[in-house]
């Protein structure tokens, strides 16, 4: 497999180079980014919706695409599939990326406050806007 490697834009809990790494994933370059016309929805799962005025912040990491594959193929992550984006680095630069989204979101009622908590905090350690963790539930 190529080392090559490509941008992957995470929004979860995924944005902790630590749960990276405990996966056995070096993830490089890492940047903090946003994609416009995109709300973060969380149930059991978390996913990116389409959502017009919408923006969802998040960490972009270079992969290769083995690594991709096998965080992806991991128990539980297997309804994940990849979808091209173009995301925006907090300096205004815009770059392709790969983003792994569910086939279908949670559902309206369908809540995981302990996931939200966990990832309010990564959001918060990374230095996203106060306002954007705030609103994570």
Do not use: K
């Amino acid at each position: 497999m190529s080392d090559r490697r490509i941008d992957g834009f995470f929004y979860g809990l995924f944005m902790d180079s630590d749960i990276l790494r405990a996966s056995q994933i070096t993830a490089v370059n890492p940047r903090r980014a946003y994609v416009d016309g995109y709300a973060l929805r969380i149930g059991r799962r978390a996913t990116l919706a389409p959502a017009s005025g919408a923006r969802a912040y998040g960490m972009a990491f270079a992969l290769t695409h083995d690594e991709l594959g096998r965080l992806y193929s991991a128990p539980g992550l297997e309804q994940y599939r990849a979808e091209a984006i173009i995301a925006r680095l907090l300096d205004g630069e815009t770059f392709p990326a790969l983003c792994y989204n569910l086939l279908e979101a949670p559902n309206a009622g369908e809540t995981d406050p302990d996931y939200a908590a966990r990832l309010r905090a990564v959001l918060s350690r990374l230095g996203f806007p106060p306002g954007y963790v705030s609103s994570v539930r």
